[in-house]
């Protein structure tokens, strides 16, 4: 079933883009030109040097508060060949429900994979290996339920498809998608990003034209 497109991020606008979006720090939280998959620019998430430990993250609001939400993005991963482990460091994509609570994908160095998490306790290992410091597309879809399914397909590879409970608390709403990044030393990009809901939205890419004069 294919889902229906909310929204489409190219980030080829550059900063401009982002200033009516929610960020966690808007020097950290930047469209880049240091790598880019469709276009001149991307989304950058990540701290300034070494000591920073804080994951930054952006969102963005899903009309209509979708009880099955969707996303398509671009993913590369800088500078993760030596990290390991699923904490909140890690690159997550995450829809956050009405009431607070999160079901999302973490980044796992350990086995470069991306696993599905549902109010915090893992749903289901992901199965296929990313690359690191290269593109890879990653489809994650959810169906927020009692009786719900994660699906997440990796440049087109199916690497979780599991039927079960994925309402974390009582809302089966989701309001926001996060994007979250860039814990330690490392750097997250994300391009050409869509979000919607009703089923997985495709690989997808974003181009942008920024009018220069007034018609």
């Given at each position: 079933m294919a889902g229906t497109i909310l929204g489409m991020r190219g980030f080829d606008m550059g900063d401009a883009q982002l200033n009516t979006v929610d960020r966690s720090d808007d020097t950290r939280v930047i469209a880049s030109n240091s790598y880019a998959h469709t276009g001149a620019y991307s989304l950058k998430l990540g701290g300034t040097d070494s000591k920073t430990t804080s994951t930054e993250w952006g969102r963005w609001r899903l009309s209509g508060d979708p009880s099955n939400p969707s996303v398509s993005a671009w993913v590369?991963?800088?500078?993760r060949f030596n990290e390991t482990g699923t904490g909140t460091v890690n690159h997550n994509?995450?829809?956050?429900?009405?009431?607070?609570?999160?079901?999302?994908?973490?980044?796992?160095?350990?086995?470069?994979?991306?696993?599905?998490?549902?109010?915090?306790v893992l749903f289901k290992a992901g199965t296929v290996e990313v690359s690191v410091n290269t593109w890879f597309h990653v489809q994650f879809y959810a169906m927020i339920n009692a009786a719900g399914n994660i699906t997440v397909l990796i440049d087109g590879h199916e690497s979780i498809n599991k039927n079960g409970d994925t309402l974390p608390g009582a809302a089966d709403t989701v309001d926001y998608v996060y994007i979250y990044g860039g814990g330690g030393s490392?750097?997250?990009?994300?391009?050409?990003?869509?979000?919607?809901?009703?089923?997985?939205?495709?690989?997808l890419r974003v181009r942008e034209r920024v009018p220069n004069r007034d018609a």
């Open positions: 590369f991963l800088y500078g994509i995450r829809y956050r429900l009405t009431d607070g609570a999160f079901v999302e994908l973490r980044w796992n160095g350990a086995t470069h994979t991306y696993d599905a998490y549902v109010g915090g490392s750097y997250d990009y994300v391009d050409d990003l869509v979000f919607g809901y009703g089923g997985l939205l495709g690989s």
